[in-house]
């Protein structure tokens, strides 16, 4: 089982840029699929961006494609999430999540395949 723990979030004007960072323990996050996700007041959970097992591929939501970079640094056991040119709408609670399942983009979006869940970190964009 492994725990993660999201770190990164704050304040940060339009334009801005923040790195979001997801720490894991207990095991390796190489061995899983990593994904983040966001949910914002009012709104379902949505799926940001993923990692496929084996690191080789990642995955975006439209919203954030160019703009957003998912990666994993394995020595440290950490997953980020470098988001770049925020926007208003980004405003939300981001969370990373892990999956042991295999798949690539059409599965990973979906937030049922992730078995561990972090406890999210806000990111507040001011316009």
């Known amino acids: 089982q492994v725990r993660l723990v999201e770190s990164g979030g704050g304040l940060v004007q339009a334009g801005g840029s923040v790195r979001l960072s997801c720490a894991a323990s207990?095991?390796?996050?190489?061995?899983?699929?990593m994904g983040w996700f966001r949910q914002a007041p009012g709104k379902e959970r949505e799926f940001v961006a993923g990692?496929?097992?084996?690191?080789?591929?990642?995955y975006y939501a439209d919203s954030v494609r160019g703009r957003f970079t998912i990666s994993r640094d394995n020595a440290e056991n950490t997953v980020y999430l470098q988001m770049n040119s925020l926007k208003s709408e980004d405003t939300a609670v981001y969370y990373c999540?892990?999956?042991?399942?295999?798949?690539?983009?059409?599965?990973?979006?979906?937030?049922?395949?992730?078995?561990?869940w972090g406890q999210g970190t806000q990111v507040t964009v001011s316009s």
């Open positions: 207990g095991r390796a996050v190489s061995s899983y699929a």
């Open positions: 990692l496929n097992w084996s690191g080789s591929s990642t």
């Open positions: 999540a892990a999956s042991t399942t295999w798949g690539g983009a059409q599965i990973l979006r979906r937030d049922v395949v992730y078995d561990y």
